[in-house]
Each structure stands twice: as structure tokens, then as C-alpha cells.
């Protein structure tokens, strides 16, 4: 995952890194962008605004294998809930944002022993 002020988060999937190209070459020379991008690509979710951090979320149920949880911040102060969905060879398909909340606004309730409010 990459964050960037392009207004985008972009999504990677290096897991294939190690095995691409000859046993002598170095990560720097399979990381040549030009022709390497398609190939560990996975999609993108566009933003508003600047785009400072993102996070996976756990995921336990049983579609963990075809689906993505993220978590994301941007300058506008928002942070914003993802259901990425991918295919069988992990390429996004869809995306939609489940919950979107400004870090400016006063949480309501009590803090649980989680920290978490209810």
C-alpha cells in the first residue's frame, strides 16, 4: 500500500517480487516501473485530498481471501472505512467507502475498556 498527495491510495502486491527475474538480480532491477507496474498493480482508491496514511484492517471472515478492509486519512480530515473487493488472481474489482468520519468531531458515548466508543 502506498499513500500519496496525488490524492490516491494505491494497492501492491509485491508477494511475487522474489521470484521475478534471474537469481542475480537485484530488487532495484525488478522494481524497473516502466515495465512492472501492471504486473504487481492491484487498484486504487481516489480521494479528495491528500492521502497521508492507510492501514489493513483484520479481516476474519471467511471472504478475508477475496476482500480488503482499509482505513485511510487525508488532509481534509476525514478518515474513511474500505471494502476493496478482488478477484480470484487479487486485482481489484470494486471498491466502496463504508464509513467516512471527520477526526473534528466529537465522538458520543462512553470509553469501553477497549478504548473503542460504543
Not at 25 to 44: H, R, S, W
Not at 65 to 70: A, H, K, P, S
Request: hydrophobic share 35%; aromatic share 10%; net charge negative.
Amino acid at each position: 500500500m502506498s499513500t500519496s498527495a496525488d490524492c490516491s491510495l494505491k494497492l501492491w502486491n509485491l508477494t511475487s517480487l522474489r521470484d521475478a527475474g534471474g537469481a542475480n538480480d537485484t530488487y532495484t532491477e525488478k522494481l524497473n516501473y516502466t515495465e512492472n507496474d501492471a504486473k504487481y498493480f492491484v487498484g486504487q482508491l481516489l480521494h479528495s485530498s491528500f492521502v497521508y496514511a492507510g492501514g489493513f484492517y483484520p479481516d476474519t471472515a471467511e471472504e478475508r481471501d477475496t476482500r480488503l478492509i482499509i482505513a485511510t486519512v487525508c488532509y481534509d480530515q476525514r478518515v474513511r472505512l474500505w471494502l476493496v473487493n478482488l478477484d480470484i488472481e487479487g486485482r481489484q474489482i470494486s471498491h466502496e467507502c463504508l464509513l467516512e468520519l471527520s477526526i473534528l468531531d466529537k465522538p458520543v458515548g462512553k470509553a469501553g475498556k477497549t478504548g473503542l466508543y460504543e
